[in-house]
């Protein structure tokens, strides 16, 4: 699914440089869960945006589903975006003047989709995350849980092939979190490819493998007896 | 190509965020506001200007006669100068095509009654030549014609007003009028562009008026129009001459100023004319400061939108909106919300110019509106704006990484 080879990425500060990935290597199967661990500042969220295409990397590989990802001009990155790729954010970032079901149109509009066939695949999706009922509710109508329901949603709208979710439950309750949790192993059981970032040791633990950040490296990288989440909720 | 799912996204991002919206349209709306009432003014301006002289040929020159202020070849200073037909015969034959029409006039002031009906009117004595000179609008019946000249015919021409006046509302045209005790037939009923009171005179032939009242050949005033083929500094020199001929034909001093005034209309309009376009030009530079103001306040206020919509934006890059799709996105939206508010702004404008028009006569302000013209120019020059103020932060949002757009702050 995914081949990265030696990937730095530093970020200018000043006249000096913050050397953020100092040489990742990591491979990524298709239907894998897997966690991305480790302290605050240890380049977790700089990892997944470049997988996810929102951010480069300075040096190094990354072939995504057989497609080397280098110097893609903005038009070929939109296309992979909105191909391949979901994304499921801490802060929910749904638009806050449409409504879920219209959030969860917009990345099917940048599909070039008619009206009514986004209508329907949004509405199905929404009933996916059991929120059918609250398609016209406003983002701010909605509690945490399910404006993060709306965005996988979202996410899922599209039907990427991969799904890449930052702290997806770093704003929620854990009894909320368990749900989303719950949601994206069903997912998962159903062969999509996830990536999460968290740094929550129980949220890692519903994964099926856990890589740990560290100075810029992998430090551990191992496969975990996946705890379900559905008996929680 | 007209895309509707492109701007339902308009649509909604601009009613969603009607403060936002309102706020970059008042800024248009008030200055197009501001362009409209000021070019209104400006056009009301220049038909007040342009009116003085709609009443008269624009080539006229009136010449009269004074009293003369110094002494000259044993005459006194004070001496009466009194024109007479042969000073009109003259002026008429010994200049050539240089002279297109000409007339003399002799003024009474009558009471004119027709049955019941009466009132006191303007009576001008004049050659056929007069109707040109005027501008008099005939629409019913005729002019005064050399023919009653010859005959000294006892017909008049009345204006509009004092058909209505007089007659009540019934025709005129074949009645006789009672002047001063003496019936006239009503050959002719006139309008005229120069207001009222021109509205309000009487017409008769020159040679009636002189047997009648008085039995001489005096003439009160000589007008004439010179040939419009002459440039404008030929027929200064033309009146230069005039005057010079003149004031030697009277024995008047060649500095004396006042016993034979020669007045021609091409001064007075060239100077107008240079005024109004001093007037116009100001206007224009005021007008297109407060365009450009406009479009200086769209463009900031655009940045400063985009720059709220910078999170927005990522999240439509993150599912996929290409760099040109933010741009078309934000531009549309750019040149509708100008186009709107301006148009607004525009409409606003030309009520009140509209409402307030009449009540500005007397500052000198007729009619104030605006063209067509103006209002197709502006529009297009909103739609440009509108463009250009989108365009230069839209392109700038757009090349922004999602990354940064989606960060947190
Ligand atoms: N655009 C940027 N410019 C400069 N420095 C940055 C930028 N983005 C991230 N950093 C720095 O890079 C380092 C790694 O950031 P990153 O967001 O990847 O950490 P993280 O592992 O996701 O941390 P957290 O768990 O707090 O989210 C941090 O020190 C951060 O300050
Ligand atoms: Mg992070």
């Known amino acids: ?233 | 190509m007209f895309d509707l799912d492109l701007w339902r996204e308009i649509f909604q991002s601009i009613s969603k965020n009607k403060l936002r919206s309102l706020l970059s349209g008042f800024t248009v709306s008030f200055a197009i506001l501001l362009f409209t009432l000021l070019f209104g003014i400006a056009n009301g301006l220049e038909n007040t200007f342009n009116g003085f002289f709609k009443d008269d040929a624009q080539n006229s020159i009136f010449i009269r006669p004074g009293k003369t202020t110094k002494p000259h070849k044993g005459f006194k200073a004070g001496r009466k100068i009194q024109f007479k037909n042969e000073d009109y015969e003259y002026l008429k034959n010994d200049f050539g095509n240089k002279v297109q029409y000409i007339t003399s006039r002799v003024y009474k002031n009558f009471m004119a009654s027709y049955k019941n009906e009466k009132n006191t009117y303007s009576i001008r004595a004049v050659h056929p030549d007069h109707q040109y000179l005027e501008k008099t609008l005939v629409y019913e019946g005729r002019y005064i014609s050399a023919k009653d000249l010859e005959e000294e015919s006892k017909v008049v021409v009345i204006g509009r007003l004092v058909e209505e006046d007089l007659f009540m509302k019934t025709v005129a045209l074949g009645k006789y009028i009672n002047l001063g005790g003496i019936q006239y037939k009503v050959v002719g009923v006139y309008r005229d562009d120069g207001g009222d009171n021109e509205e309000r005179m009487i017409y008769m032939p020159i040679s009636t008026a002189q047997k009648i009242y008085g039995n001489n050949d005096y003439v009160d005033q000589i007008n004439m129009t010179y040939n419009p083929a002459m440039s404008y500094n030929e027929a200064l020199s033309f009146s230069k001459l005039l005057t010079k001929k003149l004031k030697e034909r009277f024995d008047v001093a060649p500095k004396d100023q006042s016993a034979v005034r020669v007045r021609n209309m091409a001064e007075a309009s060239k100077n107008v004319n240079q005024m109004t376009t001093v007037l116009s030009v100001l206007i224009i530079i005021i007008g297109m400061g407060t365009l450009i103001a406009g479009i200086v306040g769209i463009a900031n206020i655009m940045i400063f939108v985009v720059k709220e919509r910078t999170k927005e934006l990522g999240i439509r890059k993150a599912l996929g909106a290409t760099p040109k799709s933010i741009v078309t996105m934000i531009m549309l939206e750019s040149v509708l919300v100008t186009s709107l508010a301006g148009y607004f702004g525009l409409l606003v404008g030309m009520g009140l110019l509209e409402l307030i028009g009449d009540s500005l006569k007397e500052y000198f302000i007729t009619n104030p509106s605006v063209s067509t013209n103006l209002i197709v120019g502006a529009t297009i020059i909103l739609i440009i704006a509108g463009a250009i103020a989108g365009y230069v932060p839209a392109k700038r949002a757009a090349s922004i990484k999602p990354i940064v757009a989606l960060r947190d702050e």
């Open chain 1, 1 to 233: 699914m995914l081949e990265i080879k030696q990937l730095h990425k530093s970020y200018p500060i000043g006249d000096s440089s913050l050397h953020v990935l100092k040489g990742i290597d990591l491979s990524v199967k298709e239907g894998e869960l897997v966690a991305i661990m480790g302290s605050s500042g240890s380049g977790k969220s700089t990892l997944l945006n470049i997988i996810g295409m929102l951010d480069e990397a300075d040096e190094g590989s990354y072939v995504l589903d057989g497609v080397p990802i280098k110097n893609l001009n903005e038009k070929k990155a939109a296309v992979y975006r909105n191909k391949f790729l979901g994304f499921i954010f801490q802060s929910f970032n749904l638009i806050n003047y449409k409504n879920a079901v219209e959030n969860v149109s917009l990345p099917l509009y940048y599909q070039g989709l008619g009206r009514k066939e986004r209508q329907e695949k949004a509405l199905f999706h929404l009933g996916k995350v059991g929120l059918k009922d609250w398609a016209k509710h406003l983002p701010n109508e909605l509690s945490g849980g399910q404006k993060q329901r709306v965005a996988i949603a979202r996410a899922l709208a599209a039907e990427p092939k991969l799904l890449l979710a930052d702290e997806p439950t770093g704003a929620l309750d854990t009894k909320t979190s368990y749900e989303i949790m719950d949601f994206i192993q069903e997912l998962n059981d159903e062969g999509k490819t996830i990536l999460i970032v968290t740094h929550e040791e129980d949220i890692a633990n519903m994964c099926k493998r856990v890589v740990r950040l560290k100075d810029g490296v992998i430090m551990e990288d191992k496969f975990v007896n996946q705890v379900r989440a559905a008996q929680y909720v």
